[in-house]
């Protein structure tokens, strides 16, 4: 997987951890990692207004004037009204993160940069010691193998699915970074289970699916749907999930993304936007 399967700082590879993965079942813990990646590399005519009163004109002149709309001062830059971005093109060679960032400019009307997920503490759920101790042997194996029915008997009996081991990951992330998606399907289904999480690296459950060596088209489209300000959130590395993408399956993603660009007005919430608007420089 190219440089993306390199471990860097001196961390071991996540071929080298598959004993450690083996012998962790005994525990309930697993210390699966995967590995950091290396980072990749119209308009209508500006319409002058005085400096007291900045109107948008209406491009029917019939209409009244109390219905002409205001712009927002914000994308206002001198007294010059800033033409909304096009869309961006799918077969412009360009990481998906860059692809992404210009979807959302163009189909939300404003820009979003991404943030580190350790900076996000009140944004992602934090493990209690309940959630922990309930990351047994038992469901660890359940998850690992793809047994849904087990999981769900588990559940019925009062199992805890929403459990992470010492190292924040979750059941969630094993599934989404083995490609399950049975797996997926029925955890995303479960009320208690919290899709917005990372664990002590960063990595969230998107990160892991993107690292599968085959694009996780559906299981992304769930957490796009569900928690599309994931795709913003960066590891202690500053990687998003995308990065763990290999280039060759750019295109793939560029055409995913624009597919699914309805999902993204999930990024409105006010909470959601106020985190990842990218600051203004002076």
């Not at 038992?138 to 029915?149: F, Q, S």
Request: net charge negative; proline share 6%.
């Amino acid at each position: 997987m190219t440089g993306c399967q390199e471990k860097q700082n001196g961390e071991p590879s996540y071929e080298s951890t598959k004993t450690n993965e083996i012998a962790g079942a005994s525990s309930g813990e697993t210390s699966d990692t995967i590995a950091a990646p290396i980072s990749s590399t119209s308009e209508k005519a500006a319409h002058e207004v005085p400096a007291t009163v900045t109107q948008v004109s209406s491009d029917d002149e019939s209409e009244p004037r109390s219905e002409r709309r205001y712009s927002n001062q914000q994308e206002i830059t001198k007294g010059i009204i800033q033409p909304p971005a096009p869309l961006p093109n799918v077969d412009e060679n360009i990481n998906p993160d860059e692809f992404l960032l210009k979807l959302v400019d163009a189909h939300l009307g404003y820009k979003l940069e991404p943030k580190k997920a350790l900076e996000l503490k009140s944004f992602l759920y934090k493990a209690t010691d309940e959630n922990i101790a309930a990351y047994t042997s038992e469901v660890v194996t359940a998850v690992r193998n793809e047994e849904l029915d087990h999981l769900r008997h588990m559940e019925q009996n009062g199992q805890d699915l929403n459990c992470f081991n010492r190292f924040g990951e979750s059941l969630l992330s094993l599934a989404c970074r083995r490609g399950f998606e049975s797996i997926v399907r029925y955890l995303l289904d479960q009320p208690k289970v919290n899709l917005r999480h990372s664990d002590d690296c960063g990595r969230t459950p998107l990160h892991d699916a993107c690292w599968h060596p085959v694009p996780q088209l559906t299981i992304c489209k769930w957490i796009l749907e569900e928690e599309p300000a994931l795709f913003f959130i960066t590891d202690r590395r500053g990687c998003t999930a995308f990065q763990y993408a290999r280039p060759e399956h750019w295109p793939i993603w560029r055409k995913f993304l624009m597919d699914n660009r309805d999902s993204l007005d999930g990024l409105k919430d006010p909470a959601v936007r106020g985190m990842f608007t990218k600051a203004l420089v002076h």
